[in-house]
């Protein structure tokens, strides 16, 4: 538990650090929030996955006859959920990327 907490402390002071640079405009910190983002951005995808396929798998478990609702409709609502949740944290670092890859921001920092 302690080396994540360090490993989560060392990303965060990276990030800080790495954002003031690029306020700066060093072509440095410009590839390493482009790599923290591209990290940030498998990590919620994979959480997603995950999630989705743990809703799905945990959901189909319980017996129908036993519920006063159909459970069809949790189920499916909760997938829905997962895929709203990973697009609202996932579309605005894909941005990030494609503009941190963008000439605006190349030509910037360089």
Do not use: C
């Not at 060093?26 to 995808?45: C, P, V």
């Not at 519920?67 to 829905?80: C, E, H, I, P």
């Amino acid at each position: 538990m302690h080396i994540l907490i360090g490993i989560q402390i060392v990303i965060a002071i990276t990030a800080i650090i790495s954002g003031i640079k690029l306020l700066s405009l060093h072509s440095w910190a410009r590839t390493a929030i482009e790599i923290l983002t591209w990290l940030g951005l498998i990590y919620i995808l994979s959480f997603g996955v995950y999630w989705m396929y743990m809703w799905i798998s945990l959901t189909s478990q319980i017996p129908q006859d036993q519920m006063s609702t159909d459970l069809n409709t949790f189920k499916y609502f909760g997938l829905a959920m997962g895929i709203v949740v990973n697009l609202i944290f996932g579309v605005p670092l894909i941005i990030m990327i494609v503009k941190l890859k963008g000439s605006v921001v190349k030509n910037a920092v360089q």
